[in-house]
Each structure stands twice: as structure tokens, then as C-alpha cells.
């Protein structure tokens, strides 16, 4: 197969092509409550190829391996239609040809594991949240995503790749009056089904908050400064800073490009952002791009200067700046667009006590619980928080949103602390122009951090 | 029967297949140039077994790929008990969903439409990074269950978008239309989008405190998903709806009355059946804001001794599709318009907010009404929009704020955001809070 597809990609008119086919397995296995709704294993197999053609792009995606030639000649008609429409020709940069496979070997593979034991794992943790008296419902789900890949290109690489992602993850709801509140828990998320065993008490460390959060008080709405958790600092990053340095989103937009030139200051020299796909054991750690290119190490911003960005071949090419290894797709339906790999604020020498300490009236939010960005505006959600008031933690607040813009807040970023952490599980949503894909393989890390303003919305 | 089903019936006491194949063409231009043309060609299938009273699911590419059914069947060694079977034979009700002319658009036609909206605003916005896209997909979809259940349908859809973020800023101003038939960009959009740009040329915050909002139909999500969330009769079920036990009592303002309505003519989303093979019918959720019916799968309707109201579909906030499970879920929620023009709304505002979208929904407790999120649309000061929000948060929640609705709009617009596509007219709350300056 790996030869009829390299003739095909290297038999086109064309300025570069490429073809990735991919068969996939999922495995789901979910309880809400009680009830057991879904023991469901997914299989899928189906190619996606890419052509450049007269300095137009074309794209498609197919389920059947047996058309894949008619339709990388169709779609090579389709890139020459939109190159002989355009003044400004895209390319893609060199890139180094790899004939090599990357295949995984967890520390236990998910893949050798019965269906039986992960069934009784997801049963174990749900029934540990459903004796508490406050849960109400739950949403418990052990999730496991495996892909062997194929990616062949016309300059000649031929790589057979895999990915493997195993979590369990979920939702603890608890009621008391007409205060219903929902926390958060997940584990695992990288290729290894080891770390989903014996976490029990992280299970009820979150049930715990579950619980206090039917006291808390709703958040007040204004202006305040934060010290954010590591979960919370990593969402912070990934989506007010990560999806602008993304080169896709940038590339046909003038303004933020202009504003994101390298070299130019975003914050203070505290600063130190990095994507990394590099680091092991992450849920966005991997050796190939899903563009035949090595996941790397991308310095972002060093001591608070615009130092690198993340990219593809194409905007590489674009902007002339050096390949990141960042194009990845979530399946054959999707072609692949820039993403974070591994994102994080470098550690930096503040306490978490010296934070808190230095505040008179604000918030220490905890737990990630997802965000949105829109070129430089970003808003985000916290599971938990706690009012500061004269430098000491006060009552717990729930129902926090915040919002701010991101080169204000990267300047009032004015704290970094020394504790760097990982969230176990990673995931982000992104169209980049096509549907939406949501990413299980984007890691977020940061330590404490201190923003001396952010707009909260609460009552 | 499809002789997958045929095979499944020798193994299996129950088996429902579900079966969508569909080609889609999609061109792209960003800064008014042609930036790609898409084009997919995908088949992809679900089957549901039920064996000894449990229930067990599986999906693939095709019916006939290997280990599907056996996929399936073991996952129903291990599933819960059901307490309910696949649907049956049925009779749908007649919904055109098919555009012969949309099924041979091809990409050169998708073409010329965004070259039209292009040659109007270039000439009135050349310096914006307009983004345009047009799409069309012809699909046929297939349920079929061993109960005797053989629902069919070929649908087209044809859509187009344009927008552009405001200078320097990270928000701006999209528009778009879809329907069963090809789409054409008419002249009052294309003036609406240049109107709503020049707005955004200037950034305003208002100040903190609770002021009027008036929610867009682009903006509808940010109380329409709240309100699934509280209809769906699993969360009734769980009892996490704020809205258990609260049937014929007022739970929105008497101006708004909701309806789910898959039997949508022209809309794309429109349904004859749900997902699970149950026919669909137009139904009043919200009557003059008395809550007025639930909405229900097979399963939850089981388990709540009630029928399903054909609202099992395979979707979520974050997606929909084949591998989704199925859940009830609004297949085209409609809000009834009012008689007042939404510029006559505007104009009677002191200071007030016009909102296109928010930020950061999913973020919040939308579940029990709540919302919380970043705004994006205008700021309104003595009946004339004064520039873009910036810097501004509005939140409430629905079943306390939406109460008290000032107007409701007789201009109606596509739902978008979270929601599947339905229409909403332009609604006016009396007060949200406000996080400004």
C-alpha cells in the first residue's frame, strides 16, 4: 500500500503533494449515573491527500483506498483551478526526507489490555463518586484512541507512524437545594495505561471540591488580580498566547501579523514560553507531524521577546522562518493544521505564598475547565476559586469566567512561579478554516502565576 | 433490509444500522483570495445490537467492514440492560430536503458565488481581510432496524459565509446564509455586513452594573443552549435539570414562545427522523413562556415511562456525526418572532448592549441557565450604536433574567453558534450584568 501511494502522490503534476491514510481504533466506554450507556469500539480506515499546483492548494478526503488515485488527480485539477487564480503563489519550504517508521511501545499498551479490566476500572472509579450522599449524576468515560499511519509525499518520504491516547475522564455533579455544581477529574492521557491505575484518591480529592462548592458564593463581576493554578495558567497560555503563535491563524491576517513580528516584547523578562513535543510522556509528545515533519522544541517567547512560532510547511515558506513540526490532524476526515504539541510557561522563582501575600482584594482560581480565543480576546472558565482579601484566602467562589486581551495581560503578568505542572490530559478545539477538530494530543504546563488584571463575569 | 442487518438478525435479538454517505465540496478565500478548494467523498456507519436484553454499539466506514457487527456484539456482553427496543416501522412525515440543482453544483460554481460577494465589498472594504467560503454537500442517509424501521433520505445543503475580524482587533463581523437550495449573496446582507464593519471602527467599554441586552440571532445560543440543556429529558431523568418538575409554570418571559421544529422548511438541519429512526415532529417547548413539553430519546423516554419524541440524534455542543452517541437534542429550535423592527429596538435604548456572540460559554454553568461570557457586538448609547465592545463581559442567567423580555423582533436570523440551525428573531432582555470599565 505504501507503494502504490508513493506513485501516486510522485506521479502527480505538481509542486508537492502528499497522502496520509490512516486506521484507526477507538475504544469508549461511558457511565452517567448508575447506568452503564456505551461500550463502543470504533473502526475506521480512510486517506486524506494534499496537493500544491501551480501555486494553489487543493484537498480531499476519501473512505475508500481503492479510489485514491482518481481522486489525487481530481484534486490536483482543483489546486492548478486555484493557483491560476492567484497573484501570490503558495508553497511549501524544504523540508528533510524521512524514510523511517515510529512506532510505540507504552510502558503497558492499552492495545493488550482487555476489554474486561477497562471496563471494570471506569465501573471502580464511577461507583467511588457515586457513594458519595451529594453526587447526584456522573459522567465517567474511559477513552482510548490508537492510529497507525501512513505518509507518503513527492519528495519522497515514506513514513509509517503511530498514535496512541488513553485516558479516564469525567464529571461529578452534586446538588444541595437548587445549587447543582460540576467538577472535573482525568487521568491518563498519554500513550501508557499505567497511570490510569490506583488513582482513587484523586478521584476523591475532586469529589471533595465537588461537595464545598455547594457552599460557595457566586463570583463577583469586575476587574481584579488572579493568581491562577497551574491547570488554569496552562489553559491561560495555551489559548491567549498558544493559538496566536499558531501560523495558520495568522498568515492571512495583516494586523496580528504586523503586531507578532519576532522580536518585539509581548512581557516581562519573567516570561519564558515554549512548545514542546519533545518531552516524554505528555499528551502532546510525539516524533512525526502529521506532514512528515520531526515533532521539535519551539522556544515562543525568551525573557519576555517574540522568539519563534509555530508552523507548517507551507507557512514556513511564508514567513521564512524555520519548521516546527506542529501540523496534525485528528482523523482522515481532517487535514492537518497547526497545533500546540506540548505548551508551557517556563518556571520562574515567585512562591505561591508570595503571590497570594501580595494582593489586597482579588481571586485564586483553580481547575481548568476550557476556554475560547478570537485573535488577541480570550475568555476561560475556572471549576473552583477562592476570594484574597489582604493577602489571605478567603471564602470559596464558584461560577467563574474571565476574559482579557492577550498583550495587556502577557504585561500584567507580573509573578511566575517555581512549581511547574502538567494537566494529565490534554484537548483543544480548532476549525483553522475547516470543521472543528477537537485534539486529545495538545499538553498545557505551567507553574503559579500572577495577572495583576482580568475581567471577571459573575453577579 | 441491508444484508448486514440480514446477518445480525442470525446473531443478535435486535440490531439498528445507521448509514450516511455524502460528498461535500468547500472553496475558501482568505483576504479576498482563493486559498483552497475541499473536496470528500466519505461513507461511514454505526450498528446498535441488542443481545440477551443488553445493548452494545460499534462503528465504521462502511456496513460491511470487517469486525463491525462483531464489534458490537461484544460490547453488548458487557452493556447494561435496555429497557426498550429499536424503533419500528414508521410513517414519516413528507419533508423535501433535496435541491437536484445543489447536488451538481461543482467547485467553479461555489466560485463564482464568492467572487460576487467579493466584487461588492472590495469596492466598499479593500483594506479588511475578508475571509469567504461556500460550501455544498449531497448526502444520503440510511436507518434501518430489524423492528422494521426503514427511514431514507437524500438531503443537499448549500451554504456560504463571509466576515472579516475588525482592524487590529481579535472579533468582527461574519454573516451567512444556508438552505436546501444554492445560495446567492443578496444585496441587503452584503449592505447589513458593511454597516455592521463600520460599526466595529471604533472600540467602546461600557460600565459595570446590570443593563438592557439585546441578543442577536447569532447570539441566540447563549440562551437557547441553556434551555436544551433543561429540556432534555435526561437531565430531567437525573434530576440535574433546573427545570424538573416544573411543566405548565412560567419559566421565561410571556413574550417568548419556542418551538423544535426538524420539520423546518428549506433549513439544511431539517429532519423527517431522528437518528434513531423515530419520526420527528414540530413541537412547542416554550408557550408564551410556560414550559411545555420535554424532549426525549428512545432510551431516557424508557426510562421515564414516556415515548420519544424523536429527538435521539448524534450530537453534542462540540460536534455531531457517526460516532457520536445519541442523546435528545433540538434537531432546528425556532423562537416565534415579535412585530417590532430590530431598528426600532436600537433606537429605544438609552445604554445597552447589542450582542452578536460570547466567548467562553462552555466554560460556564449553562446546565442549571448560567451564563458568563466574553462579549462580542456593540455598545449602544441613546438608540445609536457607538462603536465595538471591548473589554466587556456580560453574564445571568436565563430563568431569572430572560423573565423580563422588553421585545422580540419580527426580523428573524439563522441560529448559529452551539445550536443545530434554527431561527431566532433579535430579543431584548431588560437587564444582564455587565463587566465593563
Request: charged share 20%; with cysteine.
Amino acid at each position: 500500500m505504501k507503494s502504490t501511494f508513493a506513485n501516486i502522490v510522485s506521479s502527480l503534476p505538481a509542486d508537492y503533494a502528499d497522502l496520509r491514510f490512516e486506521e484507526n481504533r477507538k475504544i469508549r466506554i461511558g457511565y452517567e449515573g448508575k447506568e452503564l450507556t456505551e461500550v463502543a469500539t470504533t473502526l475506521t480506515s480512510g486517506g486524506h491527500v494534499r496537493v500544491y499546483a501551480h501555486g494553489g492548494k487543493a484537498i480531499s478526503s476519501f473512505s475508500d483506498p481503492g479510489k485514491a488515485g482518481p481522486i489525487a488527480d481530481a484534486t490536483c485539477t482543483s489546486a492548478i483551478l486555484v493557483g491560476n487564480s492567484r497573484d501570490k503563489k503558495l508553497r511549501v519550504a524544504s523540508a528533510p526526507v524521512i524514510t523511517e517508521d515510529f512506532l510505540i511501545t507504552p510502558v503497558r499498551d492499552p492495545r493488550t489490555v482487555s476489554l474486561k479490566e477497562k471496563l471494570d476500572l471506569t465501573a471502580h472509579y464511577n461507583d467511588i463518586i457515586l457513594q458519595n450522599p451529594h453526587v447526584i449524576t456522573t459522567q465517567t468515560m474511559y477513552d482510548e484512541f490508537t492510529s497507525r499511519r501512513i505518509f507518503v509525499n513527492s519528495d519522497g518520504s515514506i513514513i509509517e507512524y503511530e498514535l496512541i491516547n488513553v485516558g479516564v475522564f469525567g464529571m461529578i455533579v452534586t446538588k444541595k437545594g437548587s445549587v447543582v455544581q460540576r467538577v472535573r477529574f482525568a487521568f491518563g492521557g498519554n500513550t501508557d495505561f499505567s497511570p490510569l491505575l490506583g488513582r482513587e484518591e484523586d478521584v476523591r480529592k475532586q469529589i471533595t471540591k465537588a461537595v464545598e462548592l455547594l457552599d460557595a458564593e457566586p463570583a463577583k463581576a469586575g476587574i481584579f488580580p488572579v493568581v491562577l493554578d497551574p491547570s488554569e495558567s496552562g489553559v491561560f497560555i495555551h489559548e491567549a498566547f498558544g493559538h496566536l503563535s499558531e501560523a495558520d491563524g495568522l498568515q492571512n491576517n495583516p494586523s496580528f501579523r504586523a503586531k507578532l513580528q519576532l522580536g518585539i516584547t509581548l512581557g516581562k523578562p519573567i516570561l519564558n514560553v515554549t512548545d514542546d513535543a519533545t518531552l516524554p510522556g505528555l499528551p502532546g509528545s510525539y516524533e512525526i507531524d502529521d506532514e512528515g515533519v520531526r515533532g521539535m522544541r519551539t522556544p515562543l517567547i525568551t525573557r519576555g521577546v517574540l522568539s519563534g512560532r509555530m508552523h507548517s510547511r507551507e507557512t514556513a515558506a511564508e514567513f521564512g522562518e524555520p519548521l516546527s513540526g506542529n501540523m496534525r490532524a485528528v482523523d482522515v476526515q481532517c487535514t492537518p493544521i497547526v497545533r500546540m504539541s506540548n505548551i508551557l510557561i517556563e518556571a520562574g522563582d515567585s512562591t505561591f505564598d508570595d503571590m497570594v501575600r501580595s494582593i489586597d482584594n482579588g481571586y485564586y482560581l483553580v481547575g481548568a475547565k476550557g476556554g475560547q480565543t478570537s485573535g488577541d480576546q480570550f475568555t476561560f472558565g475556572a471549576q473552583w476559586g477562592y476570594r484574597i482579601v489582604n493577602g489571605q484566602l478567603g471564602n470559596m467562589v464558584r461560577d467563574i469566567n474571565m476574559s482579557g486581551e492577550l498583550f495587556s495581560t502577557l504585561q500584567a503578568t507580573s509573578m511566575i512561579g517555581d512549581d511547574v505542572r502538567f494537566g494529565e490530559r490534554g484537548g483543544c478545539g480548532k476549525g483553522g478554516g475547516g470543521p472543528m477538530q477537537m485534539n486529545r494530543k495538545s499538553g498545557k504546563g505551567s507553574p503559579h502565576i500572577k495577572i495583576d488584571a482580568v475581567t471577571i463575569g459573575g453577579i | 433490509m441491508h444484508p448486514l442487518l440480514e446477518n445480525a438478525k442470525r446473531t443478535v435479538d435486535q440490531a439498528e444500522m445507521y448509514w450516511n454517505q455524502s460528498h461535500s465540496i468547500v472553496v475558501r478565500y482568505e483576504n479576498y483570495r482563493l486559498q483552497q478548494v475541499t473536496e470528500n467523498d466519505v461513507s461511514e456507519a454505526s450498528l446498535r445490537v441488542i443481545q440477551n436484553g443488553k445493548i452494545g454499539s460499534a462503528y465504521a466506514v462502511f456496513p460491511n467492514q470487517e469486525g463491525f457487527l462483531d464489534n458490537a456484539v461484544t460490547g453488548a456482553q458487557y452493556g447494561d440492560p435496555v429497557s426498550y427496543s429499536f424503533a419500528g416501522k414508521a410513517d414519516y412525515p413528507k419533508l423535501d430536503n433535496y435541491s437536484e440543482a445543489t447536488a451538481q453544483l461543482k467547485s467553479s460554481d461555489l466560485i463564482e458565488v464568492c467572487e460576487s460577494i467579493k466584487t461588492k465589498l472590495q469596492k466598499q472594504l479593500p483594506d479588511v481581510a475578508l475571509g469567504i467560503g461556500a460550501s455544498c454537500e449531497r448526502s444520503e442517509l440510511t436507518i434501518q432496524t430489524t423492528q422494521g424501521a426503514n427511514a431514507t433520505s437524500k438531503s443537499t445543503g448549500a451554504s456560504f459565509y463571509f466576515g472579516a475580524p475588525f482592524k487590529g482587533a481579535g472579533v468582527g463581523v461574519f454573516k451567512s446564509r444556508s438552505g436546501i437550495a444554492p445560495q446567492v449573496a443578496d444585496g441587503a446582507l452584503l449592505d447589513e455586513f458593511v454597516t455592521w464593519y463600520n460599526w466595529g471602527n471604533q472600540s467602546s467599554t461600557p460600565s459595570t452594573g446590570r443593563l438592557p441586552v439585546i441578543l442577536a440571532p447569532e447570539a441566540a445560543f447563549l440562551m437557547m443552549m441553556p434551555l436544551l440543556a433543561g429540556v432534555s429529558g435526561e437531565a430531567a431523568w437525573k434530576k440535574t435539570s433546573p427545570l424538573t418538575q416544573r411543566l405548565g409554570e412560567k419559566i421565561l418571559s410571556d413574550k417568548l414562545t419556542i418551538y423544535e421544529n426538524p420539520l423546518l422548511a428549506g433549513n439544511t438541519d431539517a429532519r423527517a427522523f431522528d437518528d434513531e429512526g423515530v419520526p420527528c415532529a414540530k413541537r412547542a417547548i416554550v408557550e408564551r413562556g410556560i414550559l411545555k413539553e420535554f424532549l426525549f430519546d428512545q432510551r431516557v423516554g424508557a426510562a421515564m415511562s414516556t415515548p420519544s419524541t424523536g429527538n435521539g440524534f448524534k450530537r453534542t455542543m462540540f460536534g455531531s456525526g457517526n460516532e457520536t452517541s445519541i442523546s435528545p437534542w433540538f434537531c432546528c429550535p425556532t423562537i416565534e418572532p415579535g412585530d417590532t423592527s430590530w431598528h426600532d429596538i436600537v433606537k429605544g435604548i438609552k445604554e445597552g448592549l447589542l450582542i452578536t456572540n460570547g466567548m467562553g460559554f462552555h466554560s460556564g454553568n449553562f446546565p442549571q441557565g448560567q451564563f458568563a461570557v466574553q462579549a462580542v457586538g456593540f455598545h449602544i448609547i441613546n438608540g445609536a450604536v457607538v462603536g465595538r465592545l471591548d473589554k466587556t463581559m456580560i453574564s445571568g442567567n436565563i430563568y431569572q433574567d430572560c423573565l423580563d423580555v422588553a421585545a422580540v423582533s419580527r426580523d428573524v436570523g439563522l441560529c448559529s453558534g452551539f445550536l443545530p440551525l434554527g431561527t431566532a428573531p433579535y430579543v431584548l432582555i431588560d437587564s444582564l450584568q455587565v463587566a465593563g470599565k
